[in-house]
């Protein structure tokens, strides 16, 4: 097995754990708030990177954590995280997931509008395609629209807010530091929300602290995998793969909650996958040629 494919194997398998780690969160979203779920995940996520940080020998704490960049990024995760478990909490997994695939695009674009990346006529059609292609998903105005999608895209734009953020973060700060930043800052969001809005605190009982554990140990395998994965091969190839989280949304959503998405929703995200591999091939190959 060549590097590449071990590499496509682990994004695979990558996707798979964040699209179960998606429906756990939208299970225990039938007894807690969208807010308690946040702050408890911001917990047990910071607490599990933080013991992994100090157990390597690398502690926990880094003053880059004040750096202005990662607190950037980390405000943009909060923001896509806040959004995207609310709309799980209130739209199907596979719609939500759906709206999700646009993010690619969405960072190639603004990678050309904010870091100056060069983007040809071709690529900037294919982000059009596949914003119309959400727009199939979402149909704004028709009657089978429901406005929680809007939270999806607000999850979608937040997190793509994020990726962006992290190619301009310091090279000296790992991918944990900034997965343990960024849980961290869940948790004052979390309880803030939850003490504006009114909202009454739940006690899990011991099942629910053991699907939230399992959360954050998923969510933690998936962030260790998704890391090997790029690190491996083509990257432009590997990356091709994170597309089989749709897929596994479909299985998960039909398993577990007995989801069947329309055909506009199938239409839909088969655009925007579409679009998003032209793109990610096509800067590949433009890179290669720059590099010949």
């Excluded at 939270?151 to 734009?157: D, E, F, K, N, S």
Aim: charged share 10%; proline share 3%; net charge positive.
């Amino acid at each position: 097995m060549t590097d590449t494919m071990r590499g496509a194997a682990l994004m695979v398998g990558a996707m798979a754990c964040f699209a179960v780690e998606d429906a756990l969160i939208k299970g225990l979203s039938d007894v807690f708030s969208p807010a308690q779920i946040i702050w408890m995940l911001g917990l047990g996520g910071a607490a599990a990177f933080a013991v992994w940080l100090q157990v390597s020998g690398k502690g926990a704490w880094s003053p880059l954590y004040l750096h202005r960049r990662v607190l950037l990024r980390s405000g943009c995760e909060v923001f896509g995280t806040l959004c995207f478990v609310s709309a799980l909490a209130l739209i199907p997994l596979a719609l939500a997931s759906a709206v999700i695939q646009a993010t690619p695009l969405v960072v190639a674009m603004g990678a050309a509008v904010f870091l100056g990346a060069t983007v040809g006529w071709r690529r900037w059609l294919a982000i059009s395609v596949g914003f119309f292609g959400v727009l199939i998903i979402i149909r704004p105005g028709g009657a089978a629209f429901d406005p929680a999608t809007l939270l999806a895209l607000g999850g979608m734009l937040g997190l793509a807010a994020r990726d962006l953020a992290t190619r301009t973060m310091p090279a000296e700060i790992s991918g944990a530091r900034l997965s343990l930043h960024a849980f961290a800052a869940l948790l004052p969001t979390g309880l803030a929300l939850q003490l504006i809005l009114g909202l009454d605190f739940v006690m899990p009982d011991a099942a629910q602290l053991g699907i939230l554990a399992l959360c954050v140990a998923i969510g933690m395998v998936g962030y260790l995998t998704i890391v090997g994965a790029t690190r491996l091969g083509d990257i432009s190839v590997v990356s091709s793969f994170r597309y089989s989280r749709m897929l596994f949304a479909l299985i998960v959503g039909g398993i577990a909650f007995g989801e069947r998405p329309d055909i506009w929703t199938l239409v839909g995200v088969s655009i925007v996958i579409a679009t998003g591999l032209y793109t990610l091939i096509r800067e590949a190959r433009l890179r290669n040629a720059s590099q010949a």
